[in-house]
């Protein structure tokens, strides 16, 4: 039974790259509360949220504490007619030269994905030379999506629109919205999907399918991530290396390698180092330099007497030091982090807003014209953000300099947008909010607050863009005090409407029409 045990584990026990694989996919998403929350990690400076991580995994997945370096570069490929990217062209640069496709092979959650489907019992489809024909269309889509539909918006239009994440990104709809869709916190979301997330889901569905029966489909036919890492397959320090004093050209890795490639180390080639378990003349081994990450049996021509156990060393060191960062990524993403610590928090109380006031003047003077009594716009309704609750009371400075306080709005219907100028939903819907506010302007106050988070300047966006929406716009503050009252997620557009006793009657993430905004304003207004 014992020895039954034995060959099970020794046949099924996961390989070293496969514990790479799943180190990086766990330490690219450390934030495990925002799978429990259905929350995007956002964090203030010092934050991680801006350094790209090596491989592709969604900014927005609710786990991600890295930046995505293809999302990166479209953004950097957008507006570089108001700023250069040099950080991200830089990065991405330094990946490619370091690791080139290593880092698909070995680093990417995306290609973890993609392997594991190919697990699945089913009939599989073989490399051949229509397969190789395809491996050049990832070529065509980051020339295409990555970077023309980009590089056209950002020029034309200003608008930073990332092509290929906008349309394509599997990884984005799986990591990014189902995850978070998947999360009951996030139910109200669903009103915010249209036919865009439906086309997108379809895309994702039929390449996970060709993922079963065509090994890395996504990897080999349509990632422009590794396509440009690929450029540098000439020039990356760590690869797989053949010895060529060994190498007697019998063509066996190639046969047995499942990407599409026409020779070891080439553009296709992810550098898994499955090759060298199958060259019988064991000229193949992993290297970075001219020293040896992994080696076939019986070691390299140029190794020293000592060489094994020195790379075994260096190996226990290097888990060492992995699994410690990994833990510390782990506790400082779930728990240690101070911007995480403020969700807690609990509306501070307040007193009452007075609306009615009597002058010294007018309570003296016998002969002052009586005046009718202003109408009590006071509540008892407890303070929070649910329907029903007071709004607690905030002051925030306007773009155009002036304050909006809500204490002073008493006696009106009130809207609170939640906006982002990265945010196409939002961008889409404020001209009904604009509208809304010049047809009851003066029996109406409103607020469109901006994330914190800012890609683009949102003044010179309104000025550009914006010039015909007239409502008061705001800036969240980094300590997110009006974010957090209101209730606000990282999930926007989101929509807050109080009646004229300031109580909540409305507060919902989605998107919202004209024709919801007028029925929202009766109801308030009553």
Known sequence: MDNLKVSWWESHRPSRRRLIQLYCALLYNAHIKGFLEGEIYKSKVPTTKGICVPGFNCYSC??????????????????????????????????????????????????????????????????????????????????????????????AHGVALPGFCKYICPAGTF?????????????????????????????????????????????????????????FCKLAVVGVKVDTTRCNGCGSCVRNCQMDVRHVGDHECIHCAKCMDVCNQKAISLKAGRFTLKAPAGGCTDDRPDAESKRKKIEKIAWGIALAVLCFALLWYNVLDPNIKKKTKEPASQPPIETTAETPAAANDESAVEQPAAEDWSSDAPLGCEVGNQLPNFSIECLDGSVFTLSETRGKPVFINLWATYCGPCVKELPHFSELYKEHEGDIAMLAL???????????YLEEFGSDWVMPFAVETDDEEIWDLVGGTTAMPQTIVLNRHGEVIYN???????????????????
């Open 62 to 155: 609710p786990g991600a504490v890295g930046a995505c370096p293809l999302g990166s570069l479209q953004n950097a490929i957008g507006t570089t007619n108001k700023q250069i990217g040099f950080y991200v062209f830089g990065i991405l640069m330094l990946y490619g030269l370091i690791l080139g496709r290593t880092i698909c092979g070995w680093l990417c959650p995306l290609g973890l994905i993609q392997e594991l489907l190919h697990k699945l019992p089913t009939p599989k489809i073989r490399k051949s030379r229509v397969t190789r024909a395809l491996s050049y269309l990832k070529y065509i889509i980051l020339a295409v999506f990555a970077i023309g539909i980009t590089a056209w918006y950002g020029i």
């Open 175 to 231: 990591e990014g919205a189902i995850m978070l869709l998947s999360n009951p916190n996030n139910a109200g979301d669903f009103s915010m999907l249209n036919i865009l997330f439906t086309r997108k889901f379809v895309i994702m569905l039929i390449i996970g399918l060709a993922c079963v029966f065509c090994y890395r489909s996504f990897c080999r036919f349509l990632c422009p991530l590794g396509a440009i890492y690929g450029f």
């Open 450 to 460: 901006h994330s914190d988070i800012v890609a683009d300047d949102p003044a010179e």
């Open 508 to 526: 919902q993430r989605g998107s919202v029409t004209a024709e919801m905004l007028e029925e929202l304003y009766e109801q308030a207004a009553e």
